[in-house]
Nanobody, 124 residues
Framework: QVQLVESGGGLVQAGGSLRLSCAAS????????MGWFRQAPGKEREFVAA????????TYADSAKGRFTMSRDNAKNTVYLQMDSLHPEDTAVYFC?????????????????WGQGTQVTVSS
């Protein structure tokens, strides 16, 4: 099993920045990739970014490209999501997820382990 705990959410004004963290514990050696997803009220959970655990290669949703940066610290078993130039439409609960299979998953079904989520609210 892998346990994931997110932190770093909060309230920020439009144009501001936040950095989310996700600490992994348990059978972390089994992780191939980790991802960030978000879910706004009344909407489905959507992909934001993913990173390959070993190489650090990344992929982003179009909405995140140029504004969000995902990184990892293998020594700390932690991934980060640096979010800049935030918009009110970025308001959502942000979830960290981990997968064991090969590839950078971009859908909810491709991830086995999930954190509880952290709220991000961007005011206009």
């Amino acid at each position: 099993q892998v346990q994931l705990v997110e932190s770093g959410g909060g309230l920020v004004q439009a144009g501001g920045s936040l950095r989310l963290s996700c600490a992994a514990s348990g059978r972390t050696f089994s992780i191939f990739a980790m991802g960030w997803f978000r879910q706004a009220p009344g909407k489905e959970r959507e992909f934001v970014a993913a990173i390959r655990w070993n190489s650090g290669s990344t992929t982003y949703a179009d909405s995140a490209k140029g504004r969000f940066t995902m990184s990892r610290d293998n020594a700390k078993n932690t991934v980060y999501l640096q979010m800049d130039s935030l918009h009110p439409e970025d308001t959502a609960v942000y979830f960290c997820a981990a997968r064991r299979d090969y590839g950078l998953g971009v859908t909810v079904d491709e991830y086995r382990y999930w954190g509880q989520g952290t709220q991000v609210t961007v005011s206009s």
